[in-house]
């Protein structure tokens, strides 16, 4: 049977399911991977001017709950239907989208980013269990594999685009998530058929609850507990790409050598881009999803000669050390070097990850290790939104540093208040009463406050996963005889 003939036994929800898939990805990258943006840029742009320990807050609090909370919306969605909950799941998208534009205060951006959290969660089991009840063994490997191709075509449209019209106005960057959710709502409504019948055998508490007692019957696996908490060191550092790189870019990548760069061989490109420090810094991180889609295969079919755990530790370590020069130097290009190593360490250890997992597991328990799989990602979101906050703040924050650096020179600066003087009015009186343009101004502060020192923090945390995962492997698994 050739290769082109497997496609044709697919049925017609496995490609309605990868299509709502991309749109949702689109969505969810479009507005996810600036967020950490629009939550501490200042007033006067249409963002929310908060302090990164804020946002760090608001960011890994409500992500957390994104990865977690499947375990009970997924028994939801088997009780009461996969179309009914992904319809339910695109009104709390698209209303979530809405709200969290209308407010400006802390609590209320808090809860909006949770009510869209929780639309996530309702989302993220269906659409995979739908993949999964779509093939069979012949057709599992491709269809995951096509999946995995929509997760990261929407990954980095998403972001390039919302960098494009960034420029116009935060407004345009939620307006186009919501577009993207209303499309996959109407396709859900006239395409999407139930790809089972569904179960009222057990009472409603009891299919609610079995999630919880179940996670409960893998973690007293002590080993297999501490595999996860090595793992949550991972995706913390590897959350950095979305809790702080952006933010990192704004306040201290010389944007424009990177903006001169691309118009001189593309001007089309460029413009098309702009000159926006905030869309440049989207453009560059949807690279990583990108490179994904360019490079993915050829490093999986790489990695295949190892044990899944070896190649998962290599993984690491190369992420660590492109996440240490995505956060070491000033040049755009460099950067983006960075990134494409960032990017290579992520396709040869994540999907090792959900391998291990499948391969340790117990023949009769292999549903139950996979459902608590994602629990190390659910607290990783969470120790990236500490370490982005007050770790971060003190150590990279250009506001924070600059504010130092006024005070030890007893300059007189109002204090940043909402409407009437805000974080860039405070940059440009800095910068005038200093005698420095605001690009001396960045150089300045990042010679004498080494900013770039946060690298260490972040891949350090990838750093000793590798360590810890290593000692697990000598020490704490059982050997074979």
């Not at 550092?237 to 870019?249: E, T, W």
């Not at 424009?256 to 926006?276: C, K, M, Q, R, V």
């Amino acid at each position: 049977m050739s290769k082109l003939q497997i496609f044709k036994k697919y049925p017609s929800l496995f490609w309605v399911a990868n299509i709502i898939e991309l749109f949702e990805r689109y969505a969810w990258y479009g507005f996810y991977m600036g967020f950490g943006l629009f939550l501490v840029g200042s007033k006067e742009t249409g963002a929310m001017g908060f302090s990164p320990v804020e946002k760090g807050a608001i960011m890994g609090t409500g992500s957390m709950l994104l990865y977690f909370l499947p375990i009970l919306t997924g028994a939801i969605a088997d009780r009461i239907g996969y179309k009914k909950v992904l319809l339910l799941a695109f009104l709390l998208y698209s209303s979530g989208f809405y709200m969290i534009q209308q407010f400006d205060s802390f609590g209320m951006v808090f809860f909006s980013f949770i009510w869209i959290c929780v639309g996530g969660a309702f989302f993220k089991p269906v659409i995979s269990a739908t993949i999964s009840k779509t093939t069979n063994e012949e057709t599992a490997s491709i269809g995951f594999g096509i999946f995995y191709m929509m997760v990261n075509i929407g990954g980095f449209i998403g972001p390039f685009v919302a960098g494009i019209v960034l420029g116009k106005g935060w407004n345009f960057v939620f307006m186009l998530s919501i577009a993207a959710i209303a499309i996959n709502f109407l396709i859900t409504l006239l395409f999407f058929k139930e790809p089972k019948e569904i179960k009222e055998s057990t009472t409603f508490l009891k299919s609610v609850f079995q999630p919880f007692i179940n996670i409960f019957y893998t973690i007293i696996n002590w080993r297999y507990s501490m595999f996860l908490l090595i793992m949550s060191l991972f995706w913390a550092a590897f959350n950095q790409l979305y809790y702080s790189f952006p933010n990192f870019v704004v306040d201290w990548v010389n944007t424009a050598t990177l903006y001169n760069g691309i118009h001189s061989f593309s001007p089309w490109l460029a413009e098309l881009i702009g000159s926006d420090p905030g869309s440049i810094a989207l453009t560059l991180s949807s690279m990583d999803a990108f490179f994904i889609i360019v490079f993915q295969l050829v490093v999986s079919a790489f990695v295949m000669r190892f044990r899944p755990l070896n190649a998962m530790m290599g993984g690491i370590f190369v992420l660590a050390v492109g996440l240490g020069m995505m956060f070491s130097f000033q040049n755009g290009w460099i950067i983006l070097l960075g990134l494409l190593i960032f990017g290579l360490g992520e396709m040869g250890s994540s999907p090792k990850y959900t391998e291990y997992v499948g391969s340790i597991a117990p023949p009769d328990k292999k549903a139950l290790y996979m459902g608590s799989s994602f629990l190390p990602i659910a607290l990783g979101h969470q120790i990236a939104g500490f370490i982005s906050g007050a770790p971060y703040e003190k150590i990279a924050d250009k506001l924070f540093l600059l504010k130092s650096e006024v005070a030890k020179r007893g300059l007189t600066i109002p204090e940043i208040v909402d409407g009437s003087f805000t974080k860039t009015d405070y940059f440009n009186e800095a910068a005038r009463q200093m005698n420095f343009s605001q690009q001396q101004l960045t150089d300045f502060l990042w010679t004498s406050y080494h900013p770039q020192s946060i690298w260490i923090i972040f891949s350090s945390l990838a750093l000793s996963a590798v360590v810890l995962l290593f000692l697990y492997d000598r020490f704490i698994l059982p050997k074979k005889e």
